[in-house]
T-cell receptor
Framework: GDSVTQMEGPVTLSEEAFLTINCTYT??????LFWYVQYPGEGLQLLLK?????DKGSNKGFEATYRKETTSFHLEKGSVQVSDSAVYFC????????????FGTGTSLTVIP | EADIYQTPRYLVIGTGKKITLECSQT?????MYWYQQDPGMELHLIHY???????EKGDLSSESTVSRIRTEHFPLTLESARPSHTSQYLC?????????????FGPGTRLTVL
C-alpha cells in the first residue's frame, strides 16, 4: 500500500546551518506530496506541497522537489533559524489513497543559537 | 485563512468520566478527521467523515466514537476515560473539490486521564 518513509530524528543544528530532511514514498498512481510543520503545543500547519513530478514547493525559505524517478520529496533549507525548531512531517495523498493522508513518523528539529 | 477550532485545549480528568472533545470548522469542508498523536509524535487516524451522517473508523482502533450531524461540527466522545486514552488529539478537515486534498488542522486537545 501507499506509505511514506521519513528520516528519523531528532536533528540538532546550529543556526545558519543547512537542513535536509529526507522523505521517500511508495504509491500507486501519482500522489500529491506535502510537508507539514508542528510547532510546540500546536497543530500541524502546511509548509509546502507539490502535486506532480518535478514540481518544487517552497515557503519560508524551505524547498522540496517532487522526484518521481527516486520517489523522494526531501525538505531543504539553506540557513535555519532558532524559530525553525519544530517537528516536520512528510505526507502523501492521492487518488489511490481514498483521499486520505499518509503521514511519515515526523522529524524533530532543534536549532541552537 | 484556515479556521478550525478545538476545545478544550487541555483536559485533565479522572478515570471513568465521559468526555467530549469538540471540533468545528468554518470553511464548509465536507471531510473531517480525528488523529491521535502519541508522545513519539506519530499520527494515527482514528476516525473520519466524508459528510453529514457519514463516519468511519480509521487505521488505529479506538474506543472513542464520533458523530457528524452538521457539516461544521465533528465531536469525539469517550464514554469512560482511561489512562491509556492519555494523548494529543488533532482534528482536521479538507474539501473534496481540490485535486490534492490538503488537510487543515486544529490546535489539538491534550488529554490526560488520571
Amino acid at each position: 500500500g501507499d506509505s511514506v518513509t521519513q528520516m528519523e530524528g531528532p536533528v540538532t543544528l546550529s543556526e545558519e546551518a543547512f537542513l535536509t530532511i529526507n522523505c521517500t514514498y511508495t504509491a500507486t498512481g501519482y500522489p500529491s506530496l506535502f510537508w507539514y510543520v508542528q510547532y510546540p503545543g500546536e497543530g500541524l500547519q502546511l509548509l509546502l506541497k507539490a502535486t506532480k513530478a518535478d514540481d518544487k514547493g517552497s515557503n519560508k525559505g524551505f524547498e522540496a522537489t517532487y522526484r518521481k524517478e527516486t520517489t523522494s520529496f526531501h525538505l531543504e533549507k539553506g540557513s535555519v533559524q532558532v524559530s525553525d525548531s519544530a517537528v516536520y512531517f512528510c505526507a502523501l495523498s492521492g487518488p489511490n489513497t481514498g483521499n486520505q493522508f499518509y503521514f511519515g513518523t515526523g522529524t524533530s528539529l532543534t536549532v541552537i543559537p | 485563512e484556515a479556521d478550525i477550532y478545538q476545545t478544550p485545549r487541555y483536559l485533565v480528568i479522572g478515570t471513568g468520566k465521559k468526555i467530549t472533545l469538540e471540533c468545528s470548522q468554518t470553511m464548509g469542508h465536507d471531510k473531517m478527521y480525528w488523529y491521535q498523536q502519541d508522545p513519539g509524535m506519530e499520527l494515527h487516524l482514528i476516525h473520519y467523515s466524508y459528510g453529514v451522517n457519514s463516519t468511519e473508523k480509521g487505521d488505529l482502533s479506538s474506543e472513542s466514537t464520533v458523530s457528524r450531524i452538521r457539516t461544521e461540527h465533528f465531536p469525539l466522545t469517550l464514554e469512560s476515560a482511561r489512562p491509556s486514552h492519555t494523548s494529543q488529539y488533532l482534528c482536521a478537515s479538507s474539501e473534496t473539490r481540490t485535486a490534492y486534498n490538503e488537510q487543515f488542522f486544529g490546535p489539538g486537545t491534550r488529554l490526560t486521564v488520571l
